[in-house]
């Protein structure tokens, strides 16, 4: 019986200290959780989320037989009553002649008139894709018919756009040369309705670079985060809405050439990242995963690890957040399952 006491003790304090790990920095932690534990599929990966109406949630991912099989399509779960429902496909690479395209990195975006986007790609592979959307207008219910972007945009590439005060969206994008020796930052611009368009350059320097992220900050003011060849997370910032960009230059963030996904939530910049293990090289770093935290976009602090294995894949985060503190988060695990993490900005 004295033994029984000790170990009920002994978890006891186990669960204390394994809960007060999950409280700290600020953040607490909510939950941690697979979105779906078997699937119709083989693979998966670029996971996307976006809030909706009653506090529900939405998330997207491609899946498939692996990533640039014609069977890739878009499929999506929403978040109801604290828990997951059943992925379903929402978008397939299937044209008008029968012959099926693999789709690739959706990004959810719902606008300030609560339209519900959902931007995708459908091409061979990231060098020749072309950008398509949908929009749906009952928290994804149901869904319009796919709409291809102008001929030279390709919409958010991997991270969710941004609405500014006037109503304009502005998209996070890049393109890949077919040599593959090319990368190239730019934003896109449009108004709410999607109707014009217009492309911003940035100054990359030497950099060979893809997949921003945008932050914002007091004073039109907006910062731009993305992956690299140079094993280090590189930036831009903006003084005026996104309309101009300074040269990129890097920052103090290591990265194997992975993608991440920031956000601004109540003046606090967030970050979720692969960092690049000492003794590592870049094609190794995706099995450590975590979360850092700046005031000024400038110096950054680790604040939770996700995961930290030798080997696996944890990667291509999604980090969005609402005005009450809730912070929502995606990640590829593995190439099977997504993982989904709430927390509560304290």
């Known amino acids: ?22 409280t700290t920095n600020g953040l607490s932690m909510v939950t941690s959780e697979f979105i779906f534990e078997n699937a119709p599929f083989k693979s998966c990966h670029a996971s996307t989320i976006v809030k909706l109406d009653n506090n529900n949630l939405m998330a997207a991912w491609f899946g498939g037989t692996s990533e640039g099989s014609p069977d890739v399509c878009i499929w999506a779960a929403i978040y109801l009553n604290g828990a997951w429902a059943k992925p379903v496909i929402v978008a397939d690479g299937i044209q008008h002649n029968g012959k099926q395209y693999p789709c690739w990195n959706p990004v959810l975006f719902k606008a300030r008139d609560g339209k519900l986007y959902l931007h995708y790609k459908v091409g061979l592979n990231p060098r020749e894709w072309w950008a398509m959307y949908k929009y749906s207008t009952d928290d994804g219910k149901t869904w319009s018919a796919a709409i291809r972007l102008p001929a030279g945009y390709l919409g958010p590439v ?31 611009k449009s108004d709410s309705g999607l109707n014009n368009w217009q492309k911003i350059t940035i100054d990359c320097d030497t950099f060979q670079t893809i997949q921003p992220s945008l932050l914002t900050y007091p004073h039109n003011k907006l910062q731009l985060l993305a992956r690299s060849k140079q094993n280090v997370i590189v930036q831009s910032w903006s003084e005026d809405g996104g309309g101009t960009w300074s040269k990129m230059t890097k920052t103090a963030l290591p990265n194997p050439n992975s993608g991440s996904d920031a956000v601004t939530v109540n003046g606090m910049q967030l970050l979720v990242y692969n960092p ?20 000024d976009g400038v110096n950054w602090h680790d604040v939770f690890t996700f995961e930290n294995e030798k080997k696996g894949e944890y990667s291509y985060p999604a ?11 995606t990640y590829t695990y593995n190439r099977s399952r997504i993982k989904f993490v709430q927390f509560k900005l304290n």
């Open 1 to 22: 019986m004295k033994i029984k006491y000790t170990l009920v003790y002994l978890s006891l304090v186990f669960l204390r200290l394994n809960v007060f790990a999950q």
């Open 158 to 188: 991997k991270n969710k756009p941004l609405q500014l005060a006037n109503g304009d969206v502005l998209y996070p994008s890049s393109t890949e040369s077919l040599d593959e020796k090319h990368w190239q930052v730019h934003l896109e």
């Open 276 to 295: 690049l293990p000492a003794g590592l090289n870049w094609w190794e770093g995706r099995s450590v995963l975590k979360l850092a935290s700046s005031a």
């Open 319 to 329: 980090i969005i957040a609402d005005t009450l503190g809730d912070i929502f988060i």
